[in-house]
């Protein structure tokens, strides 16, 4: 589920975090599932679990995550502002694209590109 890598210069709590949001944002967690309580994850990660509390509240103030008072933290699903970032995004993606074929680029340049 969640990999923690000890060499990686991001704390542990933004690496339990960025795993969280991956696996709601592919659909790996769905609306409504329950996260394994703060507990279960100290003791399977064999860390603090101040640092899942840390995780979960930032998951919580980010969208992902709500938290149900004596029941535990479930899935919120994906936070509109992800949506309108991707939407931005998207726009200065086309904005480069129009701007690489004006100086030129082939498809074939932008294909190879994009499998990097």
């Keep these: 589920m969640i990999q923690l890598n000890y060499r990686d210069s991001r704390p542990i709590y933004e690496q339990i975090k960025d795993g969280f949001r991956r696996l709601i944002i592919q659909g790996v967690m769905e609306v409504d599932e329950k996260l394994p309580s703060v507990r279960e994850m100290a003791t399977t990660l064999t860390i603090n679990p101040n640092t899942i509390q840390r995780a979960y509240m930032e998951l919580e103030q ?21 949506e309108k970032r991707k939407q931005e995004l998207w726009e200065s993606f086309d904005s480069a694209v129009e701007e690489l074929r004006f100086l030129g680029v082939t498809t074939e340049e932008f294909t190879e590109h994009l499998g990097k």
């Design 62 to 82: 980010e969208g992902y995550v709500y938290t149900v008072v004596g029941k535990g933290s479930f899935v919120a699903g994906v936070p509109k502002q992800d």
